[in-house]
């Protein structure tokens, strides 16, 4: 059985920097899809960017060009780098595996396994 374990986030002014980590126990995923996702204060969790197993990664419009995904070599473990964070990227952030194919990436009900989330928020 697979888990995640998320590391990362807290308090940032806007335009600064945070990176978030998803480790992967239990066995080794390889093979899937590595997601982040997000939930604003009251509104629905919403997709942020993937990385599939041969390390093309996918992004939302929302945040293109300021979060960077990775994943480790021994894909055991993932990372979001996200910079240039504005008061919209104030969410709960949460990691998610599963073997999705590329239609479906954006929809949170693909992923089977997902992570405690962690909190980001960009304040002044």
């Known amino acids: 059985q697979v888990h995640l374990v998320q590391s990362g986030g807290g308090l940032v002014q806007p335009g600064g920097s945070l990176s978030l980590s998803c480790a992967v126990s239990?066995?080794?995923?390889?093979?899937?899809?590595v997601a982040w996702f997000r939930q604003p204060p009251g509104k629905e969790r919403e997709y942020v960017a993937c990385?599939?197993?041969?390390?093309?990664?996918y992004y939302d419009d929302s945040v293109k060009g300021r979060f960077t995904m990775s994943r480790d070599n021994a894909k055991i473990t993932s990372y979001l780098q996200m910079n240039s964070l504005k008061l919209e990227d104030t969410a709960v952030y949460y990691c998610?595996?599963?073997?999705?194919?590329?239609?479906?990436?954006?929809?949170?009900?693909?992923?089977?396994?997902w992570g405690q989330g962690t909190q980001v928020t960009v304040s002044s």
């Open positions: 998610a595996v599963g073997n999705v194919i590329l239609s479906q990436i954006r929809r949170s009900e693909s992923y089977n396994t």
């Open positions: 239990g066995r080794t995923f390889s093979g899937g899809v």
């Open positions: 990385i599939r197993s041969g390390g093309h990664t």
